[in-house]
């Protein structure tokens, strides 16, 4: 006769069971859960990794330039026009062509102007010379202002006391501030001159 104690030696005891689970098996709705919340957590993670490099990176700034367009040594305007007519002029043909072009859109542009819109010149080369002939041939029922706004000095202050002063012969009329002045020439403009250009 064995022992109680022998027969429990001999009797394996059962271990957990180890298989693993079969690849078709689907998960738990709570399995899924845990999985997504923890994929958003990673991604999240990125994101604000990402966030943080970007802003360190360009919070520091670039290294900036004390220069000024009024520290530019400029020629007088005389010597500039004379070195200019020195030089060769290229394209000669495609720059009438482009000039009759503008000339052409005369008309458009003064129909905009009285519907309230604004002409807009930009690109390479200065746009004076046609901006001067389309004044002289269609903004004849007002007076013109000429603004050269590559002047450094000027301001709104200049072109309003431009419109008070040489329009509206306001000579001896004194403002407090650039709004009162406007005020003044939205009420009293009408009666000097039906349109003004700018």
Known sequence: RKSSSAAE???????????????????SLHERLNELEDK?????DEKITARVTYRSAFQK???????????????????????IKKLKSKNLSAKKTLFQRYTNKFREWYLQMQAGFNVLLYGVG????????????????????VVNGYFPALNVKN?????????MQAHTRTF??????????REFLPEWAPSVYL
């Open 9 to 27: 030696k001999s009797i394996p005891e059962e271990e957990p069971s180890t298989t693993p689970t079969k690849a078709g098996r689907r998960k």
């Open 40 to 44: 958003e957590d990673g991604e999240e």
């Open 61 to 83: 700034g670039g290294p900036t330039s004390n220069n000024t367009l009024s520290q530019i040594n400029m020629l007088p305007p005389r010597e500039l026009q004379k070195f």
């Open 126 to 145: 200065s746009k004076k010379k046609i901006m001067q002939l389309f004044a002289s041939e269609w903004l004849t029922e007002g007076p013109v202002i």
């Open 159 to 167: 072109i309003l006391d431009c419109i008070t002063k040489d329009i």
């Open 176 to 185: 407090n501030t650039q709004l009162d002045q406007v005020e003044y020439i």
